[in-house]
């Protein structure tokens, strides 16, 4: 089946640095989707790109739509120690119902 | 008012039982799905149900089997538990099936011993 690869599979990073995580597929999707995960909890959406190309922020996050349409980009600026977690990418085919999700990224802010 | 409920958080059981997680929406959503993450954290969906009929059945061992009793709430019965399906369990919600956006519950911890 589909499979979503993220890059980094981990990163630390100190206070105030920039991150940057990508996420390839080997199908396209029409959909891609940034989730956070805090330690103990569920998922929760950070922004949701519906067309190629297209470049989303929400505050200090900014996240791309691949124009190949098999790849998104999450950058995070001047990082704050609530930004740790896992990341995931998740995607979307018109006409297949669910989500896939990408491996994650996990965020250590070092002190 | 938590959106997605989920209950127990917690759940520890022995080989070979019979349990059920119970997973709530407020939302007024029409979808509900039932998503395991393993110890690697990967996330993979199980069960999906639009207005209590399921409509999306994954590659899932039959020991599994959700019910929706109503299109807000969406249960998980395993029986016979193994060791394999130690996991955290999410259930999650979007407003119809052709809806992107999920909103999580904070996930059951089952762990089989």
């Known amino acids: 089946g589909q499979q979503l690869n993220q890059s980094p599979q981990s990163m630390f990073i100190q206070e105030g640095e920039d991150v940057s995580m990508n996420c390839t597929s080997s199908?396209?999707?029409?959909?891609w989707l940034w989730y956070k995960q805090d330690p103990g909890e569920g998922p929760v959406l950070l922004i949701a790109?519906?067309?190629?190309?297209e470049l989303t922020s929400n505050g200090r996050l900014t996240a791309q739509f691949g124009i190949t349409r098999k790849d998104s980009f999450l950058n995070i600026s001047a990082s704050i120690p609530s930004d740790v977690g896992i990341y995931f990418c998740?995607?979307?085919?018109?006409?297949?119902?669910?989500?896939?999700f990408g491996t994650g990224t996990r965020l250590t802010i070092i002190p | 008012d938590t959106a997605v409920s989920q209950t127990p958080k917690y759940l520890v059981t022995q080989m070979g039982n019979d349990k059920s997680i119970k997973c709530e929406q407020n939302?007024?959503?029409?979808?509900m799905y039932w998503y395991k993450q393993d110890s690697k954290k990967f996330l993979k969906i199980m069960f999906s149900?639009?207005?209590?009929?399921?409509?999306i059945n994954e590659t899932v061992p039959n020991r599994f089997s959700p019910k929706s009793p109503d299109k807000a709430h969406l249960n998980l019965h395993i029986n016979s538990l193994e060791l394999g399906d130690s996991a955290v369990y999410f259930c999650a919600s979007t407003t119809d099936r052709g809806n992107t956006e999920a909103f999580f519950g904070q996930g059951t911890r089952l762990t089989v011993v």
């Open positions: 998740a995607g979307l085919l018109f006409g297949n119902e669910k989500l896939t």
């Open positions: 790109l519906y067309k190629a190309g």
């Open positions: 149900y639009n207005n209590k009929e399921l409509i």
């Open positions: 939302l007024g959503h029409d979808t």
């Open positions: 199908s396209i999707f029409n959909t």
